[in-house]
């Protein structure tokens, strides 16, 4: 095990291009991003799912096949089919991240308590209301495991970018491969790593400052 | 993650694999035959076995006794059993054999076809000889698409300077760093790019990203069929940045005779970078077998 390229610090030099921190700010973006896209996508078709019921069978298999997309073939065919740049990355990665915000919505909808939602009607709540002030709190902690999950799974398998020629930690991997530097490898290897667990334990936090503490426990 | 340590799994099983199945592990029939008797090698890849059959049809023409041992594996392997005499000849590369057989890298400056000679002359292995080495080379290029070479008026690597700094490169990621790379590029011709895109070396996703306009220049290899099907324009390199590689037979001293050296004499002679890739293109776009190309190349040479 060599951590020469990891300790060394001039590569922890945020002006330079190409530096760990920078390689960092690049793979957070791509993860940002895909993270955002699919929840725009995801969390509306999740969340009427489970609010209606209706169309449940989506839910469950387009999870079930985006699960096995291979997410660096998928790549080189938007690559193929678009040509080099940000969004070929962005659609690849974002498929990865809907099927578990789809299903981790919808299920988390679908766990509801029908009887406290029952009660919400009967206090004369509206179905807008019904959805935002009972039903969604109490979804929150089984959604946001759909959504660390699929956090965790971008930001470790956001390294494909650097296979097409954009940034990111997989550009430590990538680059470390074709030059033989294996210290390389292990940095971006530990880096991706340690990058994972602290966005984990970063939504983590946020899941505890969000959901309800009467829910907590639950 | 994943994913890569799965192909390093993958690449090591491989060599494990080639390290076991010995392809040299039955001796060559010895023969009395009145041409000699010659054990040719090559190397795991397409070029290689094509030369190698190409040289073995060469001389089976003039009478020599040949027995095949193709698709050995890479350099350090072949250039073992060429040196234990399990093979005698093997198609070889100048600039990459002279890497290979210099402990300290190859002497600054060396890079010309001709200074490559003469120095690879000097450190060969004890007991081994080179022929006469061909025109062809399998060698890094910088490579521009038909269009930006007419808008730009380039022919040599010279005439980039000028455009570079609008330009977008791209080529294998090991390209950014090497000396035959972006930093002899910068320091022998002064030439900057606007931007380096790390893709795949020599592939497929490099040939499309300079076919669709992704990237203005690429890092090709020159017998890349890709570069005649797309007309693109290989740039010329006058100062010599790219060490050559020229096709150049490799020969175990006491297997060499005057017919032999007559004969592969001869295909070095007729072999240029623009037939070995259309020749190269038959084995690899058209999927021919290797040894029906070999023939066509000697009888369309006059060497059959």
């Not at chain 2, 931007?195 to 990203?209: N, Q, R």
């Amino acid at each position: 095990m060599n951590f020469s390229y990891l300790t060394d610090p001039a590569h922890w030099d945020l002006s330079a291009t190409g530096s760990i921190p920078n390689l960092i700010l690049s793979h957070l973006g791509y993860t940002c991003l895909a993270l955002l896209f699919g929840a725009l996508i995801a969390l509306p078709v999740g969340l009427y799912i489970g609010h209606t019921g209706k169309g449940s069978f989506i839910a469950i298999n387009a999870g079930n096949a985006g699960r096995s997309l291979p997410t660096l073939g998928l790549l080189m065919l938007m690559v193929t089919l678009l040509g080099l740049g940000l969004l070929p990355v962005l659609i690849a990665l974002t498929v990865l991240v809907i099927p578990p915000i789809l299903t981790s919505a919808y299920a988390g909808m679908r766990n509801v308590d029908q009887r406290v939602v029952d009660a919400a009607r009967g206090m004369g709540m509206r179905p807008w209301q019904v959805l935002t002030r009972v039903e969604l709190p109490m979804a929150l902690p089984v959604m946001f495991g759909g959504f660390r999950n699929g956090a965790l799974q971008v930001v470790a398998t956001a390294t494909v970018a650097a296979a097409v020629g954009l940034g990111g930690l997989g550009r430590l991997l990538i680059d470390g491969l074709a030059v033989n530097d294996y210290s390389r490898v292990l940095a971006g290897a530990i880096v991706v790593a340690a990058l994972a667990v602290l966005v984990d334990l970063f939504l983590a936090l946020i899941q505890r400052l969000v959901v309800s503490p009467g829910l907590k426990g639950s | 993650m994943k994913r890569i340590v799965a192909a390093v799994a993958m690449a090591l099983t491989l060599t494990a694999c080639g390290a076991n199945s010995d392809p040299l592990a039955d001796e060559p029939a010895a023969s009395g035959a009145a041409g000699g008797s010659v054990t040719v090698g090559s190397a795991n890849f397409p070029e290689s076995q094509l030369l190698a059959e190409i040289y073995s049809q060469a001389l089976e023409t003039k009478g020599v006794t040949v027995t095949r041992k193709f698709n050995i594996g890479a350099r350090e392997v072949y250039l073992k059993a060429l040196q234990d005499g399990s093979i005698s000849l093997l198609p070889e590369y100048n600039g990459a054999l002279l890497a290979a057989l210099s402990p300290n890298g190859v002497p600054a400056g060396v890079s010309s076809p001709d200074a490559v000679l003469a120095e690879l002359k000097k450190v060969l292995p004890a007991g081994t000889e080179v022929l006469e080495q061909s025109a062809a080379e399998d060698k890094d290029t910088l490579t521009v698409s038909a269009e930006t070479a007419t808008k730009n008026n380039l022919k040599t690597i010279e005439d980039l300077k000028a455009v570079a700094p609008t330009l977008i490169a791209g080529g294998g990621p090991e390209f950014t760093e090497r000396q035959q790379g972006l930093k002899g590029l910068k320091e022998v011709y002064g030439v900057e790019f606007k931007e380096y895109k790390p893709l795949d070396p020599g592939g497929p996703l490099t040939v499309s990203a300079l076919k669709d306009g992704d990237i203005q220049v690429a890092n090709l290899f020159s017998t890349d069929s890709s570069i005649v099907t797309n007309k693109f324009v290989t740039l010329e390199d006058p100062k010599n940045l790219f060490t050559s590689q020229n096709v150049i037979p490799l020969i175990r001293t006491e297997a060499n005779n005057a017919n032999v050296t007559g004969a592969l004499n001869a295909v070095s002679g007729k072999l240029t970078t623009e037939n070995l890739t259309s020749y190269l293109a038959q084995v690899q776009v058209d999927k021919k077998d290797i040894a029906v190309v070999a023939k066509a190349f000697l009888s369309e040479n006059g060497l059959s």
